[in-house]
């Protein structure tokens, strides 16, 4: 995990990452294995708004810094765009 590069869905407007939250307080900084992914899911499910969000790469290395700074509860890694099928990894 710590040698891979991940890739993040982020708001051109204010800067905050993309996130998923199944339960009430908690995100989970959204991630994917490829920056196509990301660009499928934004098309897929944010249509119109697509273009006020960019898609940039995090190593694996830096992962665990990012969570810490932005206080999110763990990752939801998409696995599947489409549908959207994510699996949640707490910290």
């Known amino acids: 995990m710590f040698s891979e590069i991940y890739y993040l869905v982020r708001s051109q407007t204010d800067g905050r990452y993309?996130?998923?939250?199944?339960?009430?307080?908690?995100?989970?900084?959204?991630?994917?294995r490829e920056h196509s992914d990301a660009l499928s899911y934004l098309n897929t499910h944010a249509g119109e708004l697509a273009n006020r969000f960019g898609v940039e790469s995090i190593p694996g290395s830096?992962?665990?810094?990012?969570?810490?700074?932005?206080?999110?509860?763990?990752?939801?890694?998409?696995?599947?765009?489409?549908?959207?099928?994510?699996?949640?990894?707490?910290?």
Do not use: C, H
């Open 18 to 32: 993309l996130t998923a939250r199944p339960n009430e307080g908690v995100s989970y900084l959204l991630m994917f």
């Open 62 to 91: 830096q992962l665990k810094a990012l969570l810490k700074r932005w206080s999110f509860g763990g990752v939801a890694m998409v696995s599947d765009p489409l549908l959207p099928k994510i699996e949640f990894l707490q910290v």
